[in-house]
Nanobody, 123 residues
Framework: QVQVVESGGGLVQTGGSLRLSCTAS????????MGWFRQAPGKEREEVSCISWNGDSTYYVNSVKGRFTISRNSAKNTLSLQMNSLKPEDTAMYYCAAQKSRWRLCPSDQGYWGQGTQVTVSS
């Protein structure tokens, strides 16, 4: 049974940092493209950052470039998102997703998704 579990969200002031973690179990981690997505109230879900199955390729939405860093650890089956210089507009529920693919960069709705972790940035 595949499980994807996020952690690390919380309340932080503008300019602060948070590190999100995602643990994936029940799958061969190295076969999976991984990604972080977010959804704010009243807004559509957006891709925040993704990383290919082997870590060679990454994607960042323009609004987080230079502030967020995605990484994966195959030994621990974990995906991380280091978020620095946080802004109020980063406030959202953050989701981790995994999809078995060697050509896809960002998981789709057909992947495995976690329940999310809330990030709130106060002004």
């Amino acid at each position: 049974q595949v499980q994807v579990v996020e952690s690390g969200g919380g309340l932080v002031q503008t300019g602060g940092s948070l590190r999100l973690s995602c643990t994936a179990s029940g799958l061969t981690f190295d076969d999976y493209a991984m990604g972080w997505f977010r959804q704010a109230p009243g807004k559509e879900r957006e891709e925040v950052s993704c990383i290919s199955w082997n870590g060679d390729s990454t994607y960042y939405v323009n609004s987080v470039k230079g502030r967020f860093t995605i990484s994966r650890n195959s030994a621990k089956n974990t995906l991380s998102l280091q978020m620095n210089s946080l802004k109020p507009e980063d406030t959202a529920m953050y989701y981790c997703a995994a999809q078995k693919s060697r050509w896809r960069l960002c998981p789709s709705d057909q992947g495995y998704w976690g329940q999310g972790t809330q990030v709130t940035v106060s002004s």
